[in-house]
């Protein structure tokens, strides 16, 4: 425990929302037992200012789950995301040849698309679906050939949320269909060995013509079928784009969960009519991506257009300017900016002190979420420090684990709209009082990085300075007399 040397001030009377009690509670503090001698001070009033933070950009490519869909959220108006891929020839497309040295020919029999919704997942206690919006609706999907190539530009090395390259407009191939986030494709075991097909799935029919022009360069011994870069310069790749009238986002697979596949059969030959496919796998790529966007035109909050506005990183968005809330939100990088500017004060207790806990403490807006169309976050949030030009700077790090401090959700299974996220800023808090703080210095909160352009996840935080859910520093202060 640090000693104090400053004496307690009257002024600081105003930052104590409860004292100490006559009833003596023993502590643990390390090696250090709390005799009764020690006053416990609880402390919650401290301002704590949030604002909105965009980041200038979201690496959306590199995922082995892609997000693709449309819907209309009540606050960040309409999302959407379409999904950009190289399809990879896999392995040559070569006829067969029999032992008389003579070449089986192949016949198209018809060229679909397989992809597959991500499957449910248990995450701290509940079951995430990965899919945001109402799914009881139809949803349509078409697909569309890339005519550009997938070439990051010099000096970078990932494309962005808001990136796209250039398609064909008439699209080979479509579906309408009522996702049923499990079983959305007709499985003909006979016909097809798709390893992932008893977890459903959907098949998309795709254009004749460019089936058959596959097979022409296969009974042509055409070396686009044979080499993996003939092959994409022949076929580039595709895009999956989300119907404007859609409802809903999933995250779908790639690599095997994701395929163009063309059945075929042989001809001429004892096995002719025998059905056979090749698959065009869509892999994990550093060049595949998605394109995310939100147009924050929301038609019950007005303000909700504002944040369209934060065009650059070293620009904020003060939560008084939107209804006394701040936003985070996967794929458009939203992060809440807190600045907690008085904590030093804890300087002026008294005597010989300590923290015994420090806890930053926020609930979502009431009413803002939903478990059957926007469910609250199932990723447990990171924090960060920042500057005046919210960059990152570095991760808040907890000195038991030295892993950078997450947030804990904590329920109130009583009163579900009492429950709230609780960071630890135990460490934090006391180098602040051994060190100072700067005045620019503050936190952002963010879904982890790592994620963030993979994510649909969103979370609105209340901030009112009335309100009993706004943003707290709880404090947990030891004075010993």
């Known amino acids: 425990m640090r ?9 600081m009377l105003v930052l104590l929302s409860s004292c100490n009690s006559d009833v003596f509670e023993e502590h643990e503090i390390g090696s250090n037992i709390i005799d009764k001698s020690t006053e416990v001070f609880s402390i919650d009033t401290f301002t704590v200012n949030s604002s909105t933070v965009k980041m200038d950009s979201v690496v959306t490519s590199n995922y082995s789950n892609v997000l693709l869909g449309k819907y209309k959220d009540p606050y960040f108006g309409n999302i959407k995301s379409d999904f950009y891929g ?7 497309f070569t ?12 016949k198209f029999d018809s060229l679909i698309f397989i992809m597959y919704h991500q499957g449910s997942t248990m995450v701290n206690g509940r079951v995430n679906d990965h899919f945001h919006g109402d799914t009881l609706k139809e949803q349509s999907i078409s697909i569309h050939r890339v005519t550009e190539d997938f070439e990051f530009p010099e000096n970078v090395y990932a494309y962005n949320a808001d990136d796209e390259l250039e398609f064909d407009a008439e699209a080979i191939g479509s579906s309408v269909f009522v996702p049923k986030r499990y079983v959305n494709s007709i499985f003909d075991e006979a016909r097809d060995k798709d390893p992932s097909a008893e977890k459903g799935g959907l098949r998309i029919k795709m254009d004749d013509a460019l089936g058959l022009e596959i097979i022409d360069s296969v009974n042509n011994g055409s070396d686009i079928v044979k080499n993996g870069d003939d092959w994409s310069t022949y076929f580039k790749g595709i895009v999956l784009k989300a119907g404007d009238n859609n409802t809903a986002m999933f995250s779908y697979q790639t690599g095997v969960g994701m395929k163009m596949r063309l059945y075929y059969s042989d001809t001429e030959y004892t096995e002719a009519g025998v059905a056979r496919f090749h698959d065009f796998p869509i892999n994990k790529k550093s060049v595949n991506f998605s394109n995310y966007s939100s147009d924050f035109n929301s038609d019950e909050h007005d303000y909700m257009k504002k ?3 934060i065009d650059e990183l070293e620009n904020d968005l003060p939560s008084t300017e ?3 809330l701040s936003f985070l939100q996967g794929g458009t990088g939203l992060m809440t900016k807190i600045s907690i500017p008085h904590i030093e004060n804890l300087n002026q207790m ?17 009413n803002s979420y939903d478990e059957d169309f926007y469910p609250l976050p199932f990723s447990n949030f990171e924090l960060y420090t920042t500057d005046k030009k919210n960059k990152f700077i570095g991760g808040v790090v907890d000195s038991r684990t030295n892993n950078i401090v997450t947030s804990t959700y904590v329920t109130n299974y009583k009163y579900l709209d009492e429950s709230y996220y609780m960071f630890d800023l135990t460490d934090y808090v006391n180098q602040i009082l051994l ?13 982890p990085p790592s994620l963030i352009g993979n994510s649909m996840e969103r979370l609105i935080i209340d901030n009112d300075k009335k309100s009993d859910t706004r943003i707290k520093l709880k404090v947990t202060y030891v004075v010993q007399n």
């Open 307 to 309: 944040i369209g506005l």
């Open 3 to 11: 000693k104090i040397k400053s004496i307690v001030f009257v002024s």
């Open 95 to 106: 006829l067969r040849t029999l032992s008389s040295g003579d070449k089986v020919g192949v």
């Open 435 to 447: 060190n100072g703080q700067k005045y620019d210095d503050a936190l952002l909160i963010s879904i």
């Open 350 to 366: 008294g005597l010989t002190g300590g923290i015994l806990k420090a806890e930053l403490v926020f609930s979502p807006q009431q």
């Open 322 to 324: 939107t209804n006394n």
């Open 86 to 92: 190289e399809v990879d020839l896999q392995s040559a």
